[in-house]
């Protein structure tokens, strides 16, 4: 989302007025647009709003995680169908003093009385269809970002939470443009919306999506942020707002249907106070795995995206990627992805035991599955997962499902001390279970359908089902990469399984394919995710889809776009390369303390 902002109105924020880059020849490095270059300091998201409300606070004194704060906090404002208080997301923070990585698992939790067959209808015992899964109280679990603010800050942050939530506060009551990415959200999900009462008035105002250059206001949420920072998040989590929570998953806000039949039934759930009391963050080790001298640190479970991320690359880091030809360095991107998500749907869960975590990113296993791999043929589609406890090249009989998703948001943060903020938050689908929650101005995540409805391993156990209190699977991968021990590159994207490829493809097109980070951050994406075909945006099907097709690769219907990554590369002398995306999503922001001249 890119657009204007002049938020100089506000004293706080009048030093950070950010203009949306011009076409011509300063746009790849002027703060606000997609690519900034600097010093002291920079920040990435999605929209030039959060950007500048977080460069504010970094030029204020404050650090990558107060920073990072408050940019999320106002991208609950501003990209509300992505992410906001009322769903989840993971954090990797690299702590310049210590050297070390640390991670906050912010994950929504199922509630306490969730039951294995929570999405499969008592009346005929097959699986809800999806949007009438997600379109409901089962969906909702308790909400973690809220505790992840409070945690990150507290730990590793120098300001108090509610001094962090008040600019985004102050942008939820001025009010922000609305911009083609935004209708669009809106339009796509009017049918959903359109059955709330609370969504409806904050979203369809006039009962249709805003138009473009309108602004819009949410009154609600600059209240609920403002009542959090007087009263603490126990007003969230015991109190008031959290009572609010519960009644609209118990009792939803339906709409009286003017037609008299609504598109889904809206099933209320069953999340109450106590899980709400109850939830807390957790701080998995951050995974690790070694890529050509690189260290990359990840997210752990309940995130997939760790673990997936280090198995692919350990398979790729068996052949040169930098002298292969593009077509055989893509066969090979391909090829790992499929393996990797074959395992990870069979043995990465909630519960995993990290026994077999550490065994599926060991180099060993790398090399059990990589020998499967044949330079001149596609495999068959989909791939058995690997038999964990087999030795040599022994794939196991059954093959996983495919998942996808568009929705969530990504953010990048550094900081004139060293200290970077790889931060991916979400409600799960865009426009979250499609609730506002009514008075309090944010939407509901549907997080609890990232488990598997039914189990999808044939025989075997799968690893993400639904269970009480737990958290659901994601593939959320913020990643941290090291050089000899100081970052090197911070990245993430929104995508749902397409984040895993994602990243990855971001990361060998930078450190293999002898690309610039912005031109590995606007290179066309594909996602071989263990599907018959290969997922590609149209440029990336018309660029390699002849070759690979000759390799046995077949490609699935072409996708107008695969993600929305942020990313900060740190370059020597304390240069900082802030990446957004040029296109995807209407273009992201990347700003910089100290642009260079
Ligand atoms: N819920 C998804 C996950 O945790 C993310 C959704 C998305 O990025 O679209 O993996």
């Known amino acids: 989302m890119r657009f204007t902002l002049a938020l100089a109105t506000t004293a706080t924020l009048a030093l950070t007025t950010v203009t949306v880059a011009p076409t011509g020849a300063n746009a790849h490095t002027r703060n606000g647009g997609p690519t900034a270059v600097g010093f002291g300091g920079a920040v990435s998201t999605v929209d030039a709003t959060a950007t500048a409300v977080g460069l504010d606070v970094l030029r204020r004194g404050g650090n990558a995680v107060d920073a990072a704060v408050a940019a999320a906090a106002t991208l609950g404002v501003t990209e509300p169908f992505s992410a906001g208080i009322g769903g989840g997301g993971f954090l990797v923070y690299y702590d310049a003093r210590r050297g070390t990585v640390s991670t ?33 109280g089962l969906s909702v679990g308790t909400p973690g ?8 800050a507290k730990k590793w942050g120098t300001r108090s939470l509610s001094s962090l939530l008040l600019p985004a506060a102050r942008v939820a009551d001025q009010g922000f443009p609305v911009d083609a990415t935004f209708r669009q959200q809106v339009a796509d999900n009017a049918a959903a919306f ?15 999506p805003p138009a473009v250059g309108t602004t819009l206001r949410n009154r609600d949420l600059a209240d609920t942020y403002r009542l959090i920072a007087t009263r603490g998040t126990g007003v969230f989590y015991r109190g008031a707002v959290g ?25 209320p759930g069953d999340l109450r106070m106590s899980d709400l009391r ?33 198995e692919a690359l350990n398979i790729l880091e068996r052949t040169d990627l930098s002298k292969a030809t593009i077509t055989q360095a893509l066969h090979q991107y391909a090829e ?49 997962p690997g038999d964990i406890n087999a030795s040599g090249c022994t794939p196991a009989p059954v093959g996983g499902p495919v998942e996808q998703g568009q929705s969530t948001t990504n953010l990048t943060v550094a900081d004139r001390w060293g200290n970077v903020v790889e931060y991916t938050l979400t409600i799960e689908q865009t426009g979250g279970n499609a609730m506002v929650v009514p008075g309090r101005g944010f939407l509901l995540n549907n997080e609890m359908t990232d488990f598997n409805f039914v189990g999808t391993q044939g025989t075997a156990p799968d690893p993400n089902l639904p269970g009480p209190g737990k958290r659901p699977r994601s593939s959320m991968a913020p990643t941290i990469v090291l050089k000899h021990g100081k970052p090197f590159l911070a990245l993430g994207s929104p995508g ?24 590995a951050m606007a290179a066309p994406r594909a996602s071989q995710r263990n599907s018959p075909g290969i997922q590609a945006e149209p440029a990336f099907h018309q660029r390699y889809g002849p070759a690979l097709e000759a390799l046995g690769h077949t490609f699935g219907p072409d996708v107008v ?6 990313a900060i590369e740190f370059t020597p002398y304390g240069g900082l390369i802030a990446t957004a995306e040029p296109a995807r999503r209407g273009g992201g922001s990347a700003a910089v303390v100290v642009p260079r001249r």
């Open 104 to 136: 906050i698992d912010g994950r929504e939790s199922g509630p306490a009385t969730m039951t294995e067959d929570i999405f499969v209808d008592p009346a005929d015992k097959l699986p809800y269809d999806f949007p009438e899964a997600r379109v409901s």
């Open 145 to 152: 970002t809220l505790a992840t603010w409070e945690a990150a």
């Open 194 to 208: 359109g059955q709330f009462d609370s969504t409806r008035e904050l979203y369809l105002p006039g009962g249709a």
């Open 243 to 267: 009572a609010d929570i519960v009644r609209t998953v118990q009792h939803p806000p339906v709409a009286d249907d003017p037609t008299g039949v609504w598109a889904y039934p809206i099933r």
């Open 278 to 310: 109850n939830y807390r963050v957790r701080y998995p080790a951050p995974t690790k795995s070694g890529y050509r001298g690189l260290t990359v640190y990840g997210m752990s479970t309940p995130s997939s995206g760790g673990t997936a991320v280090g």
């Open 336 to 384: 790992s992805t499929a393996l990797t998500f074959a395992d990870r749907n069979r043995y990465v869960g909630a519960y995993t035991p990290q026994p077999v975590l550490d065994k599926l990113i060991s180099d060993g296993w790398a090399a059990q599955r990589a020998c499967q791999i044949n330079p001149a043929r596609a495999l068959t589609k989909p791939v058995p």
């Open 496 to 519: 749902g399984a397409t984040i895993i490829t994602t990243v990855l493809q971001v990361l060998i097109n930078r450190v293999d394919l002898g690309m610039t980070l912005p031109e």
């Open 561 to 566: 776009e695969l993600g929305a990554a942020t």
